[in-house]
């Protein structure tokens, strides 16, 4: 814990005034008015002490993406046992938690395939090597439950329109949805996508992560960036023949991104609808459109994705069509066509008032790649810069095995500035739920603290009580020691302890305290 000489002095000064009180009484020697006075003292002295520190967010969400595609970060390779398998994710997940991370972005459909069991799209490849086979198990109840044993938010990630990494339909598993239906798909720079013009792909897509939100007990619905393709060397995108049927008056630009907005509202209706607490958000490419081009974009110069790519993130911000966005801002500061310092404000003002919450993407994978990412520090200032701005609610680094490597000890650095305590997830009031009731029957045996579980608690915050008393616990994560899972605890020494509940959305219950001696 890092405090100051004047946040001890108001501590002790809340302590001692209080313990008087405690000892004496109004009418011991002063006047009723003299002790009303000291009294409000004592609990001036003690909100003082109680002020929150803006270095220790108390709430801030802190992410890993964990891609599957192309084997990238889990499975290393295709066609590992289960065993194997099992074991790469877990450390992983160690690694997370380990540095007081608190959810994961786990890619479940990289290519219109599937890395769990599906009835409408084929296993990945990615899992043993050849579309369409059958593992033997379906991984996805055991991604999912590790990562809440480890107090990890588990995110499903979809990419929704790439629908083959093959440009020859023919080589696809006979029940891809692709093979099914030719009609839906366009090939592009040597790879098939589906047409997001057409109302049956919407339909499809959907119906895909309907089918994950009923089954499975995720916590999130989660999108990259990948909307229209990137342009590259495909040439023309081939959907003439859907824009004459579906355009209706519309300039091409606008109908592509009318696509995607109808696609992104008709999943967030359908998240909702299906279980009201899961949360949908995106990861759009980080700039949304240059000043240039139009007044209300970021002073920039790169790539559009509102005209590239057909994504308008300001637009579902408006709609509210999104719980979050997660802008990929994978450029350092003073970098001329993208600068960090730039973008991270204009998301911020995009945000704000809106209810939608805003997480920045931050490009571990790129620390150490050139002579602008050589900086050690480049990330830890990034999040330095984030703390002017209350509507960032916390980050996500890509990728998993970039955590794992730990390029120039960037992440060492993080977590000792930044991440040294645990931190609870933002609210979402949108999503609903309601704290459970505090924990009931808090014991300590020694040092092992246990209590009852609380009807509707997912997990459980354990503070150590400061000496300035415990509604401090209220006001940042200095005093966090651990979010649990399991009503038990092993406390770090003698003290005051205090735990409360947390619903699966982390509202939180008043506390329960206990001594340990």
């Avoid at 239906?181 to 992560?209: D, F, I, M, S, T």
């Avoid at 404000?345 to 919450?357: E, L, N």
């Avoid at 999503?431 to 459980?460: D, I």
């Amino acid at each position: 814990m890092r405090t100051g000489r004047p946040l001890l002095a108001a501590a002790a000064l809340a302590v001692a005034t209080t313990t008087a009180a405690y000892l004496f009484g109004p009418g011991a020697g002063e006047s009723p008015a003299a002790s009303k006075k000291k009294t409000t003292t004592a609990s001036a002295a003690a909100a003082a002490a109680c002020k929150a520190d803006p270095r220790y967010p108390k709430r801030q969400l802190r992410g890993l993406w964990i891609a599957t595609t192309t084997n990238l970060d889990w499975p290393s390779k295709a066609g590992l046992s289960q065993a194997r398998q099992k074991a790469e994710y877990l450390k992983i997940l160690d690694t997370a938690a380990k540095r007081n991370l608190n959810a994961v972005f786990v890619q479940v459909r990289p290519a219109s395939d599937a890395i769990y069991r599906s009835s409408l799209e084929p296993w990945s490849k990615f899992l043993t090597g050849t579309a369409g086979k059958d593992p033997g198990w379906d991984p996805l109840p055991f991604l999912i439950d590790e990562a809440h044993k480890r107090n990890l938010e588990f995110h499903a990630w979809f990419n929704p329109y790439r629908a083959a990494y093959e440009s020859d339909v023919s080589q696809l598993p006979a029940n891809h949805p692709a093979r099914q239906h030719p009609g839906w798909v366009v090939k592009y720079g040597g790879r098939l996508y589906y047409n997001p013009g057409l109302p049956q792909v919407r339909e499809h897509v959907v119906k895909v992560v309907d089918d994950v939100v009923s089954r499975y007990d995720i916590d999130g619905v989660h999108f990259d960036d990948y909307f229209y393709p990137y342009p590259g060397e495909g040439g023309q995108f081939a959907d003439k023949a859907a824009f004459a049927k579906y355009g209706k008056g519309k300039s091409l630009a606008e109908w592509r991104r009318d696509n995607v907005n109808k696609l992104v509202a008709e999943v967030d209706e359908s998240v909702h609808a299906r279980k009201s607490y899961v949360k949908f958000g995106i990861s759009p490419f980080g700039i949304w459109r240059n000043k240039a081009q139009d007044p209300s974009g970021s002073n920039t110069s790169g790539m559009s994705a509102y005209d590239s790519i057909y994504a308008d993130a300001l637009a579902w911000i408006k709609a509210g069509t999104v719980d979050y966005v997660m802008p990929q801002l994978y450029w350092p500061r003073g970098f001329k066509a993208a600068d960090y310092r730039e973008l991270m404000p204009w998301w911020a003002g995009a945000v704000k008032g809106s209810g939608v919450q805003l997480y920045i993407g931050q490009a571990l994978y790129r620390v150490g790649e050139d002579q602008s990412w050589s900086k050690p520090g480049e990330l830890a200032a990034h999040l330095t810069l984030n703390r002017k701005y209350p509507e960032v609610k916390g980050d996500v680094y890509f990728s998993a095995k970039n955590l794992l490597a730990n390029p120039l000890g960037a992440m060492d650095r993080v977590v000792k500035e930044f991440y040294s305590r645990p931190a609870l997830l933002p609210i979402m009031k949108q999503l609903g739920g309601h704290a459970p009731a505090k924990p009931a029957g808090v014991k300590a045996a020694g040092t092992t603290l246990s209590w009852t579980p609380s009807q509707g608690a997912r997990g459980y915050a354990v503070y150590q009580v400061p000496k300035s008393g415990e509604s401090c616990y209220e006001t940042d994560n200095r005093n966090l020691l651990a979010v649990v899972t399991s009503p038990s605890y092993t406390a770090k020494g003698a003290g005051t302890y205090l735990v409360t509940s947390l619903d699966r959305l982390q509202h939180e219950s008043k506390g329960t305290s206990v001594k340990v001696s």
